[in-house]
T-cell receptor, first 115, second 109 residues
């Protein structure tokens, strides 16, 4: 079946512009995560959605970052007034959200470069 | 102290060698443990879950030591295709998933 998809795959933007990243999770997966991975670094948790519950936004680095998810489908991560330090790969992962099924399935990521 | 710690490596090993990685975690309430593999410029993919009794999948063996709070990954008969970064993942609930920064393995011909 279809895996997690993300778009765009690459994005180059100018400092100060807004960007919107999209994630399509695996159908039926209630849990959705966004991570940031800077070059040569580990995964940095950003935000977590579970069904219709309020998202866990504890990982968002600043108020320039926001994310939305409609029900159990598509999610968008928005970065306003981008800065050069926002340059990274943004990874989305989904999970069934059921006990005993914690495996996360990752999308290919969006590579963001802020000039 | 980081919640999950891994030796970043790189581990450079010849083909056919056996190599082992450890990962330590700080929170004793951690419930589930996983090893993911990440190839260069690719997304992480699940390699294997880690069970209390230890588990094996072909050339790969994972162990959990709750008393000492670490998990391990053993790779036997290393292949060139095993070259990747191996990420340790500790799960304390859906909102408490922590990835280690990874251990880089380079298998040399």
């Amino acid at each position: 079946g279809a895996g997690v998809s993300q778009s765009p795959s690459n994005k180059v933007t100018e400092k100060g512009k807004d960007v919107e990243l999209r994630c399509d999770p695996i159908s039926g997966h209630t849990a959705l995560y966004w991570y940031r991975q800077r070059l040569g670094q580990g995964l940095e948790f950003l935000i977590y959605f579970q069904g219709n519950s309020a998202p866990d936004k504890s990982g968002l680095p600043s108020d320039r970052f926001s994310a939305e998810r409609t029900g159990e489908s598509v999610s968008t991560l928005t970065i306003q007034r981008t800065q050069q330090e926002d340059s990274a790969v943004y990874l989305c992962a989904s999970s069934p959200g059921l006990a005993g099924q914690e495996t996360q399935y990752f999308g290919p990521g969006t590579r963001l470069l802020v000039l | 102290r980081k919640e999950v710690e891994q030796d970043p490596g790189p581990f450079n090993v010849p083909e056919g060698a056996t190599v082992a990685f450890n990962c330590t975690y700080s929170n004793s309430a951690s419930q589930s443990f996983f090893w993911y593999r990440q190839d260069c410029r690719k997304e992480p993919k699940l390699l294997m879950s880690v069970y209390s009794s230890g588990n094996e999948d072909g050339r790969f063996t994972a162990q959990l030591n709750r008393a000492s709070q670490y998990i391990s990954l053993l790779i036997r008969d290393s292949k060139l295709s095993d070259s990747a970064t191996y990420l340790c993942v500790v799960w304390r609930g859906y909102q408490k998933v922590t990835f280690g920064t990874g251990t880089k393995l380079q298998v040399i011909p």
